[in-house]
Each structure stands twice: as structure tokens, then as C-alpha cells.
């Protein structure tokens, strides 16, 4: 801890005001989210992987549970991953037992993944793992400032999204 806010200003302040010359990564928001994602997942996959699930069909399978019966395309959308390599994850899910694929009865072109009941039951297994992770990376923090750091990163979220879209305009700050 101990950053300043003389520290986070001189980097995200103003543009005029920002010095950009050196970022310290201790002072990055996008190293620690990057940093805080990979060692959850590295967590997680040290969970999952006695149950011959890999962190790869753990989204695919987290989508699955919600929804069974999606196309590969919507797969790929929700996951934010690119179409061969959902196709790849499922092929290798089909050769696992975790998921079949069947054609869309009112529409032949499309393919439906479905779980099997393999993939399925590995739902009641495989959730606690997940909150048992998310409990011991948030150990420490109260009710409120969980709230607030969710809060928090669906707003950078948001400035990434409205960015990215074009629209260029930033969320409203959180008191």
C-alpha cells in the first residue's frame, strides 16, 4: 500500500498533467488486474485439474451450466474467444465426454453444444473449488469493500467497452 495521491495523479491525472515517462507497476491498474487474473487463474487450475478439467473448458463449462444448448458462435461470444479456438476447446471436450454436439433442429446449419451428463454433474464438483478460490484471493476484505472493488472494475470495464466502441465517453465516478 502506502501510494499517494500525489503518486496516482502525476500518472492519472489530467493528460496535460500525466507523467508517462516511467509508470511504476506497483502504480499500473493494468499490470495488477493482469497480475490478480493470472494468479487466479493459476489457483483455480490447480482446483480444477484433479477433476480432468482444464482452465479452458472451465469457461466453456461455466457458460454450459448456465445455458446449455448454445452455438459455437455464441460460445465464442460470451467467452470472448475466437471461433477455431472455440471449436478446437469443443472438440477436445467432445473427445473428454464433457460435451456432444447436435444440429439445430429448426435450423440444419447450426450446431448445438450440449453437455452430457458427465459434463454436467462436474458442475456440483467444480463451483465450490471456484468460490473456495475467490474466497481465499478476497480473504481479508469486508462485505463493503468487495462490493466497492466490483463496483470499481465494472467501471473500468465500462470506460474499456465505451472506448472501444468509439463512443469515448467515461463512466460516472463512485463516490
Known amino acids: 500500500m502506502g501510494t499517494t495521491s ?5 500518472i492519472y491525472g489530467t493528460p ?22 493470472r494468479l487466479l487463474q ?10 480432468g ?5 472451465w469457461y466453456f ?6 445455458q446449455d444448448g448454445v452455438t459455437q458462435r455464441e460460445l465464442s461470444h460470451r467467452i470472448g474467444t475466437m471461433e477455431p479456438t472455440t471449436m478446437s ?13 447436435k444440429r439445430d433442429a429448426a435450423d440444419r446449419r ?10 454436467r454433474a462436474l458442475k456440483s464438483d467444480l463451483l465450490p473449488l471456484a468460490a473456495s478460490v475467490i474466497q481465499q484471493a478476497t480473504h481479508g476484505l469486508t462485505a463493503r469493500e468487495l462490493a466497492l472493488l466490483l463496483d470499481l ?13 468509439g463512443a469515448g465517453e467515461p463512466a460516472e465516478e463512485i463516490e
Open 6 to 10: 500525489d503518486d496516482l495523479l502525476a
Open 16 to 37: 496535460a498533467e500525466t507523467q508517462t515517462e516511467h509508470i511504476c507497476l506497483d502504480l499500473s491498474v493494468g499490470y495488477q488486474i493482469r497480475q490478480t487474473h
Open 42 to 51: 493459476r489457483y483455480l487450475q490447480t482446483k480444477i485439474e484433479p477433476h
Open 53 to 57: 478439467v482444464t482452465l479452458g473448458m
Open 61 to 66: 463449462l461455466r457458460v454450459l451450466w448456465d
Open 89 to 101: 476447446a469443443i472438440a477436445s471436450m467432445e473427445r473428454t465426454g464433457l460435451v456432444t454436439r
Open 110 to 119: 447450426r450446431q448445438l453444444v450440449f453437455l452430457t451428463p458427465k459434463g
Open 153 to 165: 472494475l465494472k467501471v473500468i470495464q465500462g470506460n474499456l467497452a465505451a472506448q472501444i466502441a
